[in-house]
């Protein structure tokens, strides 16, 4: 796909070993990567994309297609890509080193939200063994994940902290709050989300280094919560006994989203889609079954998912996951830059070739920052193609705006 990218964002696909986080990955970009059933099949972090979907712009107006050019349009939905991350399973004491756990933990880094992959079913031990479904409770592997995840992100900063306590003591940092965000840059934390989240627990910046360690636990967990959100996937949603098991983790974690999923129902879907086996979008709550050969076994694995997953889940869970992440934890909205207000084309004539997710709350000049930093300087105004009104800098978009960015270098 050619012209802009959608979004810098990035997901991280997380959890314990075996739970089927390599098989969500493969479903939601389509890339084979290996999939057995015991711990570290996965070791060096496999990166792919992954698509949201959101109903196109082109279909509100009234169009009867578009030309999408950095994403793809399928009857009317359009597909967004977005990078995603899946690194090895944890294991316990992960995050000191245990089964090279501070290696994938720092692959995470960069993450902006994270895709907590758990075994519904409770058939996976804590280190990543598969066994009968029920023997374990998914509600401990969640806790152990989350725990893991806080305290890799409180021994990075805890082992540096005594060096700040002296160095603050004798006057060495003037400015604690810059000091500690840039100690938190390489997670990809901003100054700005720290202030709130110091907020939050109202300690100001000046008694920043004045806190005990277990204040500092948990001021660095209010900032992962603010800044790296997650969605928790009940994988194998399928298999009996995860239906009570996904009411026992909502009523547990009511702070997060569930997402029921089968990540095998999803990447069996899609390998059938790509032999034109089945007629289906991913995301979709159902599927055709076109008139071509399918043997017995797959006809039966097909009614299954039909029933079991389908009708009951509206989905696999896979896309449902990702548009979670985005629209909700993240709070992105699709917007659509053009060039011609009234034809809806960008400058090669493709109507709405391109969508750009941005956060909610972002103006007009934060869109022209996206599509090009020069654009954002160079600002006069911008007109809303939808009823075709002049807008200033300071416009709030909205999902689905469709705007024309006007700047000096472009005026007349």
Known sequence: ?????PTDTLIGVVGKTNVGKSTFFSAATEIEVPIENRPFVTIEPNVGIGYARRKCVHIELGLPKCDASNSVCENGERLIPVK??????LVP??????????????????????????DSSGSTSPEGVVTRPGTYDP??????????????????????WDKFLKQYAIGAIK??????SQRLSGFGILKEQIEVALDHLKISSNELFKINKQDLKNLLKEIRR?????????????????EKNLEKIKNTFKE???IPASAAAELLLRKLRKKKAIEYIPGDQDFKINQIEIDSKTKSALELIKQ?????????????????????????????????INKYTDKKNRVLPDVILIRKGSTARDLASKIHSDLAKTFLYAINAKNKQRIGAGYLLNENDVIKIVATAGKG
Do not use: C
Request: aromatic share 8%.
């Open 256 to 258: 997060y989203p569930v």
């Open 84 to 89: 995603m991350m899946d690194v090895a399973g």
């Open 175 to 180: 400015d604690p709050l810059e000091e500690f």
């Open 139 to 160: 509600v401990d592997e969640i806790k152990f994940v989350v725990d893991e995840i806080d305290e890799w992100i409180y021994q990075s900063v805890e082992k540096d």
């Open 226 to 242: 603010l800044t790296k959100p997650m969605v928790i996937v009940a994988n194998k949603i399928d298999i009996p006994g995860s």
């Open 308 to 340: 079991n997953i389908m009708e009951k889940y509206k989905g696999t869970g896979v896309v449902q996951a990702i548009n979670e992440a985005l629209f909700n934890s993240l709070k992105l909205i699709p917007v659509y830059p053009v060039e011609d």
């Open 93 to 118: 004491g992960a995050h000191q080193g245990r089964g090279l756990g501070n290696k994938f933990l720092d692959d995470l880094r960069r993450a902006d939200v994270f895709l907590l992959i758990v």
């Open 1 to 5: 796909m050619k012209g802009l990218e």
